[in-house]
């Protein structure tokens, strides 16, 4: 049988039908060399506290459900081997998002910033089915595909600044999407989404902390986005480039 | 227009929990400070070099009382000062000034000059009218 080491987790507890304030629980876990540190959540609710409530699906960092703070950095728990800590390990939920319970967080406020920039292709005539697919070429796929790869696991909103002292802002990850649709060759919907982006809350409230293209899983670079919708939305602004062409 | 939590929901939340340390034991917070505060060591070297200016204006012996001044240990420390933060400014904008550039927008095509120049024209045409403003109010020209 492999070797199991104790591990002693903080876990961070907190019911608010219950509880006024919440409280670190200690959990000594027997972890195996490969386990990630949702690996020893499961084992905690499995064998030791089956009250303890926490987010996860996937296990295989596509989903996006298990983003948690790990020793005080967004990470998802999926992909946070246990052995790449030292001493005990601290578990938190994700910060800048009230608490459901424990380790689960109300993600309703990010959902509804997602919606808000129109994250599908918008078309001024949609072409019958008939008339085959949007052809589009792997120039122009390139100029958007990474910003398609965001799992929405909200890490981003949990490390950034700026939404920690103005929960009104848009946030990297909705501004990063909407950058996506208005990069696409096959969206015509730029000017739809305008108001949302190039509000005082979008992208102008982004001071470029850079701090969300830091704790991205996927390797997206939101802050990019940020900066080509800032320019875009001056441009437009200026009416260098149009925003109502083509609606 | 606001972004904030609109839906209701009959399930009880306690409120946001702000980040270990928030706001200036964040270490992301501080980061984001320290560049914030950089306008202010800014605003100190627009302002010597306003005083400058306004010296040169004013002729050689203002000029050279101006230059004597600035050779005090506390304006040399002072100058030093706003050079870190100076350069620490223009390092981190040039990263962003890295990423501004997109090749279009939608299926709208790419306007005639490349998006950098885009992008770096308007602070090149910032930077010109400051000094123009500088030479104007330090009475160099006018």
Known sequence: MAEMRVVKFEVLRFGPETDTEPRFDTYEVPCMEDWVVLDALNAIKDDIDPTLSHRWSCRMGVC?????LVNGRPVLTCAAFVRNY????????????PVVRDLVVDLGSFIDKI?????????????????GE??????????????????NCALCYAACPVLASEPEFLGPAAIALGHRYNMDSRDEGNAERFDTLADADGV???SYANECSQVCPKHVDPAMAIQQAKLTSALQWLHVVPKKSFT | MSHAQTRTSSTPTAPARKP?????????????????????PMAISGLLLLQGVSALGQGEQAWAAWLAGLASPGMV?????CLAFTLYFAFRFGWVGRKIAAGRIGPIPAPGLPMPILGIAPLGGFVTLWIV??????GAIG
């Open chain 2, 133 to 138: 403003l500088l030479l104007i109010l330090g």
């Open chain 1, 204 to 206: 102008w409230a982004c």
């Open chain 1, 115 to 131: 919606k808000s920039v129109k994250p599908w292709i918008i078309r001024k005539i949609e072409k019958d089915v008939g008339q």
């Open chain 2, 20 to 40: 270990s340390g928030f706001p200036l034991g964040w270490r992301r917070y501080r980061s984001y400070t320290l560049f914030a505060f950089t306008c202010i």
């Open chain 1, 86 to 97: 030292t001493g005990t390990i601290r578990v938190e939920p994700l910060s800048n998002f």
């Open chain 2, 77 to 81: 420390a002072l100058n030093l000062f």
């Open chain 1, 64 to 68: 996006g459900s298990c983003g948690m």
């Open chain 1, 134 to 151: 949007y052809r589009q070429s792997p120039e122009q796929l390139a100029e958007f595909k990474q910003y398609s790869m965001c799992i």
